[in-house]
Each structure stands twice: as structure tokens, then as C-alpha cells.
């Protein structure tokens, strides 16, 4: 055959056969030559041929191989346990059945547990558990194959990296990552980036894809949310007085089919700008404080409310300057009003404090202002008192009963009750006067007689009417009783019966007529005169002396003289007496004029009438 072809050589000679090339098992693993022998001793050579068979034994001198250096595999993510995922076939160029069977083995690096199993034999590779993507996404593993060469030592092996990449299915929500919770100022302008809602979803590709919706508590469209970027916005201004806080249901929705989703409440503080001005709960406060209390009694709580919050809603309180503010302390955080001074109401009844003011402690502050109108309560503490501490009086006797003489008038400087004047009298006035426990007018309650009594001297009493611990005041009244000419003289005797000596002197006095008058100076002066004119006899008008002007006619003379005894009031008032003169020879006997007399008199005459 061709000389490549040979692999055998013999000895002609000695018959030995060499080997002239090396066998190689894989190529031609028996031959069978021909051997011609031919013997040259005999003539001619003789020839026989035969045939040797050679078996070629099989040295371990190849290595299993695969059919590709780098294999990568896809196997999706959460399949079961034992899932095929791929069959090695590795080839082994030696020839005889153990140093070609091959025996298949896995290696995994960075991993504490490897997630696939190969079968020694089979090559198949299988999943050991199920695969999760979202925490490995890929595997190196390598895949050896080795012969089974009954020499351990002879044996040979063949590896192949293999890339299985995990496969991704929608089997993760999206997750949100961004806090549920966010703050924004309440004057931020409309469009102002609120919070950025971020949502991860670990899947892969459109799995993974996160969109964003407000499925609830947006109603009045306050923010506006992009679904792609997640950049919730304001749409319209915002007031914390109105609403101080959101609450939007928020979902994260991934694009894979079926779509996976998450929900998230995220809640938006709008944070308190110092945006309102305090307001108080009036705009007029009116109360009463009783006078004479002790300094720091308990006046009014002013209350005023701001709507921010925060120190912009904490509220300070003050009294700005004014009329009368120095009586008064108001306690800046509770704004109860209290007295710094015991208050008069006779001094100051009220006090219309304008500047009650209450700011909030924002920056800047904000202030507003309330009027206090403030009354101060009367206690009896002032007594009536009159214009004088004695009053005098004269009234003239002849007075009708019922007639005013006097009007007093007591001040009292409290009010209402403790400040209404009651009169009376004390001390007797004999039934002579009353008074007028309200207008305080003095009045006669019967007729006066000087000549009885002509001076009252009494006291009247002013007292308030305070229901507890009335007040009083005494005051002296005198009431001096001024004469009218209200009676006649009266004779002292009458009629005068005189005894004349028939040689009494001319000029001599014979007898004396006497009257009182009660009244009182020339009401009770009293001159005299003769109702008849006499030659005889004259009558002096002080004295009432009656003078003998002539000497009588004869020693049994006798006369009667009417004598008038008049005042000098005016009118006058007279009366008349008789005057008896005789001589000791002649007695006149007296005797009426008329056996009855008969006269009218109206009743309630006064006293002393003719």
C-alpha cells in the first residue's frame, strides 16, 4: 500500500515487525497484513503467505470536547424545579467505551447554592428550584466533561462556559420607594414641584416599565401628577386654612401584561404661612367691675382665634395707651383683664378702652384691634349729703295746712338704689309737719299758732335705698313761726266800773283801762281810744289812762264810756270795753241790752275769728 499508509515494518530477515509509524487508535484501530515468507533454501523459493491480525488498543489520548467553546442559554424566570433547560453532548475522539464515556459535572462560582442539577450521564441540565430574576439575572456556570479512563490518572476531561440568562417575567409589583409623606408652603405659586413619587419595579423591560395615577383624594384638582416622571405639581393655590392636609391614594402601575400594580397613601402638609390676621371674638366687649375692689380683680378674657398655625397662631395680648389703661393689666397670653388700681365709679363710671390689641407671633406679625367698653359697678359708698348742715325757716302762722315751706334736696353720688334719696323726720314736730319721703318737700300738716309755738326745731333724714346697709344723713331744721295779726286785744276787765270823787282835779287820772294783745309787735301793740268823743273825760291812746278834763257836774254823776283797744296791724284789730264812772252817790246798774242773743258761725272757722 501507500507508504503514508504503512505502519508496519518487518525484519526479512529475522521476521521481527516494527512499528513504523504511530498507530493512532482513532484512525484505524485494527489491521490485518500479509506476511509473505519465502524460503530460499529450496529451488526454487518457496512462498507462503499469511495473514496477521492486529488489534490496535485504545490509549486515553483524547479529551471530550464540546461543539462550542461559550454556549448562553435563556431559561424564564419561576419555572419548577427539574425544568430542562438545556442537553450537553459532548464527543470524546477515543475509541473504546470507557475512555470515551463521557461523565458530565457543573461548576458555579460567587454563589452559595447552585440553582441548576446536570445529569452525569445524560447531559441534560435542569433547574434545582425555582429561578427568581429580580435577584439573579444570569448564571456562570461551567460544564466539564470527563472520560471514564479506568486510570484515574489517564483520564481526560473538556469543560464549556455556559451563560444562562434568566429570563424575565411580570411577576413583581412596582414598589414604591419615595416617602409617603410630604410638606409644601401654602403661598407657593401653581406649578410648584411638590414631592416626586418614585416607584421601583425590578422586572425587566416593560415589567419594569412604572407609570403613575391618583386613583383617589384629588377631587378639586389641586395637584397635577406626570405619570411617566412621577413630579406631583400644584394646579391651583393653596390655603392651608382651608384644607391643611391631602390625601391622595397613589398607584405605581408597571407595563407588562397582565400589568402589576401598588397603591401608596401619600398625605401632603401644606405648611402654615402667616397669612391671617387674628380675629376677635367681638368686636365690643362690655362688662361691669364693682368699684373698691382690691388691685388685680378679675375684669374680662378677651379671646381672639388665628386661623394659621404654629406661632403664627399664637396670640399675645396688650393694652395699648389710652384714657384710663394704666387701671388696667391684661395678662398677654391667657388675655384676661385685670385691675391694677381699686376703681371709683363717682370718679369714672366707664371706660371705653379702643386699644385692645392681640398680635400673633408670625414674622411679621399681624395684629387687629377690639374696643373694650368697661362699666364700673356703684357700692354704697357715699352717704346722701345736703347743701347745708342747718337749715332755717320762717313761715307765717296763718299758713293753710298742706303748704310746702321748705324743699330739701340730699345728693347721693352712687347709683340706682344706693343712689335714690328717701326722706323723713325725726324728732316731734308736734303734728306740725310732714315730709315728702321723695321730693323731700317740707309741708304743714295743720294749722300754725305763733302764739302757741313759734319756733319748730327739728331734724330730717336723708337715706339712700341700698337694699344692704343703707346710708344716711341728719340735718337741722328750724321753722320760726312768723306773728300774723291774727288776734283782738283783750280787756283785762271789762267792764271797768270806776268811783269818782265828786272833787276829783281836772286832769287827774281815774282809772286805767288795760288789754293784751297776743301777737306780736305792732300786731300786739295796742293804743286806745273812746268810740265816743267826751269833753268830760280823755282817754291817754299808750297808757289808757282816763283823764278828768272838767270837773264833774254834780256829786251824783255818772257815766259810760265805750273804750276801744285796737293794734296796730294791718288791718287793726280792735275791742271794745265799757267804762263804769259814777260818784260814790250813784251806782249804775249794768244790765244786757238783750235777754238772748242768737249769731251763725261757719264751721272750720279759724281760730280766734269775730
Excluded at 421601583?200 to 416622571?229: C, M, W
Excluded at 382690691?294 to 381672639?304: C, N, S, Y
Amino acid at each position: 500500500k501507500d507508504d503514508d499508509d504503512v505502519h508496519f515494518e518487518i525484519d526479512s530477515l529475522t521476521g521481527d515487525l516494527f512499528l513504523s509509524k504511530e498507530l493512532d487508535y482513532e484512525t484505524a484501530s485494527h489491521f490485518l497484513l500479509q506476511v509473505i515468507i519465502k524460503d530460499y533454501n529450496n529451488n526454487p523459493p518457496q512462498n507462503n503467505t499469511i495473514f496477521l491480525s492486529i488489534d490496535v488498543e485504545d490509549q486515553n489520548d483524547h479529551s471530550p470536547y464540546f461543539q462550542d467553546d461559550f454556549v448562553v442559554i435563556g431559561i424564564e424566570e419561576n419555572v419548577p424545579a427539574g425544568t430542562l433547560v438545556h442537553t450537553f453532548n459532548a464527543k470524546d475522539g477515543d475509541g473504546s467505551f470507557l475512555n470515551s464515556k463521557i461523565q458530565y459535572s457543573l461548576e458555579i462560582s460567587n454563589m452559595d447554592e447552585n440553582p441548576f442539577l446536570i445529569h452525569p450521564w445524560y447531559g441534560t441540565l435542569t433547574t434545582a428550584f425555582p429561578l427568581d430574576r429580580e435577584v439573579t439575572r444570569s448564571v456562570i456556570l461551567t460544564v466539564s466533561a470527563a472520560d471514564q479512563a479506568i486510570n484515574l490518572t489517564d483520564r481526560r476531561l473538556g469543560s464549556l462556559a455556559v451563560k444562562i440568562v434568566i429570563l424575565d417575567i411580570n411577576d413583581n409589583s412596582p414598589s414604591f420607594t419615595s416617602s409617603p409623606l410630604s410638606y409644601v408652603m401654602e403661598d407657593v405659586e401653581v406649578g410648584f414641584l411638590v414631592h416626586r413619587i418614585i416607584a421601583k419595579d425590578p422586572d425587566e423591560g416593560r415589567n419594569g416599565q412604572v407609570t403613575y395615577h391618583i386613583l383617589s383624594g384629588n377631587e378639586n384638582k389641586a395637584f397635577a401628577l406626570d405619570k411617566i416622571t412621577g413630579l406631583l405639581t400644584t394646579a391651583q393655590l393653596l390655603d392651608r386654612e382651608v384644607q391643611e392636609r391631602y390625601s391622595f391614594t397613589v398607584m405605581a402601575l408597571d407595563d407588562g401584561s397582565p400589568a402589576l400594580s401598588a397603591t401608596q397613601v401619600l398625605t401632603i402638609v401644606v405648611l402654615d404661612v402667616n397669612d391671617e390676621t387674628p380675629i376677635f371674638l367681638k368686636q365690643l366687649y362690655e362688662t361691669a367691675v364693682r368699684e373698691n375692689q382690691d388691685p388685680g380683680e378679675f375684669v374680662i378674657k378677651v379671646e381672639a382665634v388665628d386661623r394659621d398655625a404654629g406661632l403664627n397662631s399664637l396670640l399675645q395680648y396688650e393694652i395699648l395707651p389710652g384714657t384710663g389703661y394704666e387701671k388696667f393689666k391684661m395678662n398677654s397670653d391667657s388675655g384676661e383683664l385685670v385691675t391694677t388700681a381699686s376703681l371709683d365709679r363717682e370718679t369714672q363710671e366707664v371706660f371705653s378702652i379702643k386699644g385692645n390689641s392681640c398680635r400673633d407671633l408670625g414674622s411679621p406679625s399681624r395684629s387687629s384691634t377690639a374696643q373694650l367698653a368697661l362699666t364700673v359697678l356703684d357700692e354704697n359708698d357715699h352717704s346722701p349729703l345736703f347743701a347745708k348742715t342747718q337749715y332755717q325757716i320762717s313761715v307765717r302762722e296763718d299758713l293753710e295746712e298742706g303748704s310746702a315751706i321748705l324743699d330739701l334736696f340730699a345728693s347721693d353720688k352712687d347709683d340706682g338704689l344706693n343712689g335714690e334719696v328717701a326722706y323723713s323726720l325725726i324728732d316731734d314736730t308736734f303734728g306740725a309737719f310732714a315730709i315728702d319721703s321723695v321730693t323731700g318737700s317740707i309741708v304743714t300738716t295743720k294749722a300754725l299758732d305763733r302764739e302757741t309755738k313759734s319756733q319748730y326745731t327739728f331734724r330730717a333724714v336723708a337715706s339712700d335705698c341700698s337694699t344692704h346697709l343703707p346710708r344716711s344723713t341728719t340735718v337741722t331744721v328750724v321753722v320760726h313761726v312768723d306773728d300774723v295779726n291774727d288776734n283782738d286785744p283783750i280787756f283785762l276787765q271789762n267792764p271797768i266800773r270806776a268811783f269818782v270823787p265828786a272833787e276829783t282835779s281836772v286832769n287827774e287820772t281815774v282809772t286805767t283801762v288795760r288789754a293784751e294783745d297776743m301777737d306780736l309787735g305792732s300786731n300786739g301793740a295796742v293804743v286806745f281810744s273812746l268810740m265816743i268823743a267826751e269833753t268830760v273825760f280823755q282817754i291817754d291812746v299808750k297808757t289808757g289812762d282816763i283823764i278828768l278834763q272838767e270837773p264833774l257836774a254834780s256829786k251824783d254823776f255818772s257815766t259810760q264810756l265805750l273804750v276801744t283797744a285796737s293794734d296796730q296791724g294791718i288791718p287793726p284789730r280792735t275791742a271794745t270795753a265799757m267804762v263804769i264812772i259814777f260818784t260814790e252817790e250813784q251806782e249804775e246798774e249794768i244790765s244786757f241790752t238783750r235777754s238772748l242773743y242768737e249769731a251763725s258761725v261757719p264751721e272750720n272757722s279759724a281760730a280766734g275769728g269775730h
